[in-house]
């Protein structure tokens, strides 16, 4: 079967953006030097930005090069951006020694660790079990913070969320007793993802984040569940895939295939293998590991969206009659015969709250 991926065909401005990324300083110089006056280019690249989880930080170089006007108005939105940085590290590396230091068996997600420009909002820590809940809620109540409960109809009844009182902006910590995409339980095994949890590093604070294939799956469906990929996820997905030595392309696919994320899966890894070339020059995922998702009814129907696609603009918004009514039947189908009638209400649940979203 003959593939037929877009291959280059990416918006100008996500280009320039992949192009910041690889800092190519010598291209950047010229693009910004002929932006003198463009108001609103440089407001398109800063929306960009942010829309995509991306810091303003990496236009730094680049606004000596642009009229004083524009320079002025850039150099506000890269000293929030610095002052946003510096607070969320600060909380994510008070919250990582606070959990150690308490013996609470932990692991940081959605942590997009891998992206040196990355714009990170909320912290979310996955517990292992009530025991482990109930002494993170203490450490994090006797530091100062803040406890409340989140929403019953739309998060595990169990989760926590917590922040600093008069910090400002505001970090928001939610800690999962599950990893769950709104209601809908993701792994068929937590236990799993905790004996497989590696040390990372985030700008030299060390913390416990899952596996290089935990942390793809983890990345995959959280991005599909908000039928939104940002470059920031993709880039997070291709430095973990070209960073790990051997990667095990099986566990990851039966992690899918056993909990009905496969069209997740395979959508973001698609889009991997169509950004590799415009990060790398190469492509990172061999052909035949794609193939083998395309044996399912859903990610033939995501295969022709992708292919029908004339330009690949970011964040890539995923239409609602994949992500949320077709994904809502695969689910189903591929869950009935052995998941908790319980659990596959909430799972069909959280397709029908993303649906009826915004």
Not at 61 to 86: D, F, G, W
């Amino acid at each position: 079967m003959k593939r037929e991926f877009i291959k280059n065909h990416i918006s100008q401005i996500d280009m320039l953006i992949i192009r910041l990324l690889r800092n190519e300083e010598d291209y950047l110089k010229k693009i910004f030097g002929r932006m003198v006056d463009n108001t609103y280019i440089v407001k398109r690249i800063i929306n960009k930005l942010k829309s995509n989880k991306l810091s303003t930080k990496i236009l730094l170089p680049y606004i000596t090069y642009v009229s004083r006007k524009i320079a002025r108005q850039t150099y506000q939105y890269i000293l929030y951006n610095c002052k946003y940085e510096e607070i969320w590290q600060k909380q994510f590396s008070s919250v990582s020694r606070l959990l150690q230091k308490h013996n609470v068996n932990h692991v940081f997600i959605k942590i997009l660790s891998k992206v040196p420009s990355v714009l990170m909002g909320d912290i979310d820590v996955l517990i292992y079990d009530t025991v482990d809940l109930w002494k993170a809620a203490v450490a994090l109540s006797l530091s100062g913070y803040k406890l409340y409960k989140l929403n019953i109809l739309l998060d595990h009844p169990l989760k926590i969320g917590a922040y600093m009182p008069g910090m400002e902006p505001t970090i928001p910590i939610d800690l999962y007793p599950e990893l769950i995409g709104n209601r809908r339980k993701i792994v068929g095994s937590k236990e799993a993802v905790f004996k497989r949890k590696v040390i990372g590093s985030y700008k030299q604070v060390e913390f416990f984040m899952p596996s290089p294939e935990d942390t793809i799956y983890i990345t995959a469906v959280h991005a599909y569940s908000h039928l939104e990929i940002t470059l920031a996820e993709i880039l997070q997905g291709l430095n973990v895939i070209k960073e790990t030595v051997h990667f095990d392309w099986e566990y990851l696919y039966n992690s899918g295939r056993f909990y009905g994320t496969l069209d997740a899966l395979y959508t973001y890894l698609s889009l991997l293998n169509i950004l590799s070339n415009a990060f790398f020059n190469e492509k990172i995922i061999d052909e035949s590991i794609l193939y083998k998702y395309e044996n399912i009814w859903i990610n033939l129907r995501i295969r022709r969206w992708l292919t029908s696609l004339k330009r690949l603009s970011f964040p890539l918004t995923i239409p609602k009659y994949i992500g949320c009514l077709h994904s809502a039947i695969y689910y189903s189908l591929n869950n009935v015969p052995y998941m908790d009638p319980r659990e596959l209400l909430y799972g069909l649940m959280t397709h029908v709250l993303m649906y009826l979203s915004d």
